[in-house]
């Protein structure tokens, strides 16, 4: 069974940055797309960024291009998403999530496995 476990949220200014982990055991994550989302309050999750493996090619939601960065590491078995120039609006909880089925890669309905979440708090 596949497990997702994030770390790495917490509290930080507006302009400051954050690195958040999402450890993957069970499966190696090269056998899945990976990709991040978030929900904040009262709000719907939603798309911040993946990683293809297949090739290896990136995805960002607007909001977060140019300020965010999504990378894993095989032989940690770990993704991580690199958070800069941050935001209040980035405030949420954070998920890593595995893709499991063949809708596009950046909606929720593509994802079959997700972690716990981790909250991120941006103060202005």
């Known amino acids: 069974q596949v497990q997702l476990e994030e770390t790495g949220g917490g509290l930080v200014q507006a302009g400051g940055s954050l690195r958040l982990s999402c450890a993957i055991s069970?499966?190696?994550?090269?056998?899945?797309?990976m990709g991040w989302f978030r929900q904040g309050p009262g709000k719907e999750r939603e798309f911040v960024a993946a990683?293809?493996?297949?090739?290896?090619?990136?995805h960002y939601a607007d909001s977060v291009k140019g300020r965010f960065t999504i990378s894993g590491d095989n032989a940690k078995n770990t993704v991580y998403l690199q958070m800069n120039s941050l935001k209040p609006a980035d405030t949420a909880v954070y998920y890593c999530?595995?893709?499991?089925?063949?809708?596009?890669?950046?909606?929720?309905?593509?994802?079959?496995?997700w972690g716990q979440g981790t909250q991120v708090t941006v103060s202005s």
């Open positions: 999530a595995a893709r499991l089925r063949g809708f596009s890669i950046t909606t929720t309905r593509a994802y079959g496995y």
């Open positions: 990683i293809s493996w297949s090739g290896g090619s990136t």
């Open positions: 069970g499966r190696t994550f090269s056998s899945y797309d």
